[in-house]
């Protein structure tokens, strides 16, 4: 019996989104407290001091226990669930699609999605415009990478449906948000057709 959890997130957020849809997934119950990350909510002395120290949402709250990082969340409530694969080579190529996630695919298709979105065009600083041709650039070579490898299975590991299609499910069925373009990716459109349909799913404003 887990404790009782409180998500603490901003909710249009793709990372905060993966926790929610990992809990609606395992069945697992899980109360919401939103921050307006556009006014500092998350970096005040009081969440620094109680709830992140680093100043970032999502955090789930287990009980008194508090965990930053989506992914590792994520993982706390598959946990002892088919989402999680046992075998050994299954749960480490599951992992990696985490790893890659956050090093190679949130900081570019997240990023941008977020600069146009909720910054702005006209609002964007001399250092951000400077990194839009990288991000995005790096953001079509991970869009490219997970089609190629889609072309080939149904899921991303293990031959079925886990955690690495949840977390990466969250900020690719939004990436056209941040002006990627998901026409030239057919095996990436079918794959997030797939995720959509699975029992339990629920939307990111769910």
């Known amino acids: ?28 119950p899980i109360e919401r407290r939103e921050y307006d990350i556009l006014k500092g909510e998350t970096r005040t002395p009081g969440f620094l001091a109680t709830v992140n120290a680093n100043g970032r949402i999502p955090t789930l709250q287990i ?12 993982l706390y409530l598959a946990h002892g669930t088919p989402l999680v694969p046992e075998d050994r080579f299954d749960h480490a190529d599951m992992m990696r699609w985490l790893f890659w996630e956050q090093y190679n695919h949130e900081p ?12 702005g065009e006209d609002a964007l600083s001399e250092l951000q415009r400077a990194n839009l041709p990288g991000k995005r650039s790096a953001g079509i070579e991970a869009l490219a990478l997970m089609d190629d490898h889609l072309s080939r299975t149904d899921w991303l590991a ?11 499910y969250a900020y690719t069925h939004v990436a056209e948000e941040g002006r990627f373009d998901l026409a030239p990716y057919p095996h990436i459109r079918a794959w997030l057709a797939r995720v959509a349909a699975r029992p339990r799913h629920v939307p990111i404003d769910a």
């Open 158 to 168: 293990a031959g079925r449906f886990t955690v690495a299609d949840i977390v990466l």
């Open 108 to 119: 570019n298709i997240a990023t941008l999605r977020f600069w146009y979105g909720w910054v």
């Open 1 to 28: 019996m887990m404790s009782s959890l409180l998500l603490h997130e901003y909710s249009p957020s793709g990372n905060c989104y993966k926790i929610r849809l990992t809990a609606a997934h395992v069945g697992q």
């Open 63 to 74: 009980g008194e226990t508090f965990l930053p990082e989506s992914n590792a969340a994520c």
